[in-house]
C-alpha cells in the first residue's frame, strides 16, 4: 500500500542503465506514481535554480559523475530547503562509509545499488516519506524555538515595533535581593536563577499564545516581548498570573531549593520610540522603582501617542502588587534616566579618550559592542567520525562568539583575540565560561548532553586572577556538577611553551583536581610518533588538532623512485595516526569544507571533524533552553 501524498520521484543518477531498471522497478510497485529521470552528466547537477517542488523522494546517487559534486555536496547544499524531498542515497560498493555520513544531512536511508531490491525500495521510498514529513515539523519547531531565543532579533524587532506601530509590550523582569542570593548560590546559581525565570515567563507567556521572544538585557535581567493583549486589564491580568506561577514555583539549584520574588517592569511599544538601549533603559527603570523586595510585583509604564521616551512631562503609570489592589504612581523619575544615561556616555566617553593606540581602538570597539549587548557565544559541532549517532556519546561543541552586527571586520576582531587588551581578554573569558556553566548547570548534576571546546588566550597565563575566579566558581556549589568533565580546553602548542612557566602547573590542576581535558592545537611539524611523545610528555593532551592539510600531508607518499621506499613511507604515515590513537589520543580534523575533504577524513581514519561541509555554526543548541546570551560588561 502507498502512502495517497507520494506522487513524484526523482532520480538523480549519471547511468542511465541504472536509472531505466529502478525507474521500471518503481512502476510495478509504486504504478501511480510519476517517476522522473535526471542525468547529473547530460542535464548537469542541480543547482540554485532547481526546483524540488513537488518532488516526494530523491533517489540520489553518490558518485554523480567523474567530476564536480557528489551526492552529498547537494545535501549540504539543499536538504535544509522546506521544500527539499525525502532523500535516499544510492551507493556503489565501497562507499558505504561515505553513504554513513549523509545520515548526518536528514537522509533516511543508504543502498548498495548491488543489494537493492523492489520490495525494499518501496519500503524505503514509503518510511523515508513519513520521516522527511516528521523532519520538515520539526525544523519548523526548531525555527520557532530559535527565533523566539534570538538576541538579533529580539534588538532588531524592539526597534521595529514603534515605526511599524505594532502592539506589543516589552517585559524586564529581575530577580529581587541578587547579591544576597549570590552569596547562597555563587554567581553560576544567580546566573541559573535569571535563566530560570526568563524560561519560566516565556513558557507562561508561551502558553497564552503571545507570541514570546526572549534575551538577557544585563547581570541580573532578561527580558521578553510578547503581543498586547488588547486592553491595560489584561496586562494586569497577565502580570497577576506571572507573578502567581513565580510564587508557585521553587528555584532549584545544586539539588537545593530556594525562595526568591521577582520584579517587573512593564513598557507599551506603540507608544515609545527609540532605540533598543533606550527602550530597555526604560523598562529597567519601572522595573527598578519597585520598593517591596519580599512579594513578585509589577510595574506598567503607560503613555500616549505623542510621548518619547526622552519627553519631560508625567506619564500616568499603573502598578500591582501581587498581593494588593491597583496603585498609581507618577511615572518613574525622567531623572533617572537621564543621569543613567549620562553616566552610560561619561563612561564610554572615558573608554574613547584612553583608545590611543590602534590596539586599543580596537578594544574599544569590542568594549563598545559589550556595552550595547551585541555579542553572543557560538557552537559549531565537532563530529564523531567513529561512534554512530545515539550511542550514547555526548555531543561536541567548539565555542566562539561573533557580533549580532553583520560587520566582517568586528567578527575577526572576536576571533583573534591578541589583538584585544588583557583585561578585555579577562571580561570576555569570564563571560564565555560562565555561558558554559550554564548550559552544565542547567541539567541535573552529571547529566549535561554536551562538551565544549574552549579556546585557552594569553590571559589564562599572564593575569593570575582568571585563574582565582575560575578556582572560586569551580570550588563552589557549581563543584557538584563536575564542569571540568564537560569542557576540553583548546591549547594553541606555541602559547603553552612562551608561558610554559605559569601553564604546566595550571593545566595540572584543571587536569587532575577538576577533570578538564587539554586538546593540543598549531602543533609543529613532526614525522613520527615519537616527535608527538616527547611533546605530550610536557603537555599532558587528550586530543591532537590537526587540519585537514597537515592530515593530507600525513597520509600522502611523497616521490620515491624505489617503490618499496614508498611502500615503506605509506606504512609509515599511517602508522603514525594509529599509533596515536593506540596510545589513547583522539584526533580532531578542522577544514572539512567538502565531500571530497570528508573522503580524506573518512579514510584517514580521524575522530572527530570540524568544518563548514559537516557542522554550521549557530547561536544556540537547539534542545536547550538557555536565554542567550549572558551579557558582556
Known amino acids: 500500500m502507498s502512502d495517497p501524498n507520494l506522487e513524484r520521484i526523482l532520480i538523480l543518477d549519471d547511468n542511465a542503465d541504472y536509472r531505466r531498471l529502478i525507474k521500471t522497478f518503481l512502476k510495478k510497485v509504486l504504478p501511480n506514481v510519476d517517476v522522473i529521470e535526471h542525468d547529473a552528466v547530460l542535464e548537469g547537477v542541480p543547482d540554485d535554480d532547481f526546483d524540488w517542488h513537488g518532488i516526494d523522494v530523491l533517489l540520489l546517487d553518490y558518485q554523480l559523475s567523474m567530476v564536480g559534486p557528489t551526492g552529498l555536496d547537494i545535501l549540504h547544499k539543499y536538504y535544509k530547503k522546506p521544500e527539499f524531498p525525502a532523500t535516499i542515497m544510492l ?26 531490491t523492489k520490495d525494499k ?36 524587532n524592539l526597534e521595529l515595533a514603534y515605526v511599524q506601530k505594532q502592539q506589543r509590550l516589552l517585559v524586564v523582569m529581575k530577580p529581587n535581593n541578587i547579591k544576597t542570593l549570590e552569596l547562597q548560590i555563587g554567581i553560576i546559581g544567580k546566573d541559573n536563577l535569571v535563566n530560570y525565570i526568563g524560561r519560566n515567563s516565556f513558557s507562561v507567556f508561551q502558553q497564552s499564545a503571545c507570541n514570546p ?65 533606550k527602550l530597555i533603559n526604560l523598562a529597567t527603570v519601572a522595573c527598578d522603582s519597585l520598593d517591596d523586595e519580599t512579594i513578585n510585583a ?32 507618577t511615572e518613574p523619575a525622567e531623572q533617572s534616566v537621564a543621569k543613567s544615561t549620562s553616566k552610560t ?41 567513529t561512534v554512530a549517532d545515539g550511542d550514547g556519546v555526548r555531543d561536541i561543541y567548539k565555542t566562539g562568539l561573533k557580533s549580532i552586527i553583520e560587520n566582517d571586520q568586528i567578527n575577526q576582531l572576536l576571533t583573534d583575540p ?39 588566550t594569553k590571559v589564562w597565563f599572564t593575569d593570575i586572577t582568571l585563574f582565582e575566579w575560575l578556582q572560586k566558581i569551580l570550588l563552589s556549589q557549581t563543584q557538584q556538577y563536575n564542569p571540568g568533565r564537560s569542557i576540553i580546553l583548546n591549547m594553541p602548542f606555541a602559547l603553552f611553551m ?77 602508522s603514525i595516526l594509529q599509533e596515536l590513537q593506540q596510545n589513547g589520543l583522539r584526533i580532531i580534523t578542522s577544514g572539512v569544507e567538502t565531500s571530497a575533504l570528508l573522503m580524506d577524513v573518512i579514510t584517514a581514519g580521524t575522530d572527530y571533524a570540524i568544518g563548514d561541509f559537516i557542522g554550521e555554526i549557530q547561536d544556540n543548541l537547539l534542545d536547550s533552553d538557555m536565554i542567550e546570551s549572558l551579557e558582556l560588561g
Open 213 to 277: 521572544n526572549i534575551t538577557r538585557t544585563s547581570d541580573d535581567a532578561v527580558a521578553v516581548q510578547i503581543d498586547h493583549p488588547g486592553s491595560l486589564e489584561k496586562i494586569e491580568s497577565n502580570m497577576q498570573a506571572l507573578c502567581a506561577h513565580f510564587t508557585k514555583n521553587q528555584f532549584k539549584f545544586a539539588e537545593k531549593r530556594y525562595d526568591y520574588t521577582v520584579r517587573i517592569g512593564v513598557l507599551d511599544l506603540s507608544l515609545f520610540k527609540g532605540d533598543a538601549e
Open 298 to 329: 509589577y510595574y506598567i509604564w503607560q503613555g500616549d501617542d505623542s510621548q518619547s521616551p526622552t519627553a519631560t512631562t508625567t506619564v500616568e503609570t499603573n502598578a500591582r502588587h501581587q498581593s494588593k489592589s491597583v496603585v498609581t504612581k
Open 91 to 116: 551507493t556503489s560498493q565501497g562507499n558505504e562509509e561515505i553513504a554513513v555520513q549523509a545520515l548526518k544531512f536528514g537522509i533516511y536511508e543508504y543502498h548498495t545499488k548491488q543489494a537493492l
Open 418 to 456: 591578541s589583538v584585544l587588551s588583557i583585561s578585555l581578554q579577562k571580561t570576555i573569558n569570564e563571560w564565555a565560561l560562565r555561558q558554559i556553566f550554564l548550559h552544565i548547570t542547567e541539567a541535573e548534576p552529571g547529566n549535561c548532553h554536551y562538551i565544549f571546546l574552549f579556546p585557552i
Open 498 to 574: 612562551e608561558n610554559k612557566e605559569r601553564a604546566a602547573p595550571l593545566v595540572n590542576i584543571l587536569q587532575k583536581k577538576h577533570f578538564f581535558k587539554i586538546a593540543l592545537s598549531d602543533l609543529p611539524e613532526f614525522d613520527s610518533y615519537t616527535a608527538v611523545a616527547e611533546i605530550l610528555a610536557t603537555i599532558p593532551a587528550k586530543f591532537l588538532i590537526i587540519d585537514i592539510d597537515r592530515l593530507k600531508r600525513l597520509s600522502e607518499l611523497p616521490e620515491h623512485q624505489d617503490e618499496h621506499e614508498e611502500n615503506d613511507r605509506q606504512e609509515e604515515a599511517q
Open 121 to 156: 525500495l518501496k519500503k524505503t521510498i514509503i518510511a523515508a516519506l513519513e520521516t522527511r514529513k516528521s523532519y520538515r515539523k520539526k525544523q519548523q519547531e526548531i525555527t520557532q524555538h530559535t527565533q523566539s531565543f534570538s538576541k538579533e532579533i529580539f534588538y532588531k
Open 345 to 385: 556616555v561619561q563612561k564610554k566617553a572615558g573608554q574613547i579618550q584612553r583608545a590611543s593606540t590602534q590596539d586599543e581602538a580596537r578594544a574599544g570597539l569590542i568594549q563598545k559592542l559589550i556595552d550595547a549587548k551585541k555579542i553572543v557565544q557560538t557552537y559549531r559541532p565537532v563530529i564523531n567520525m
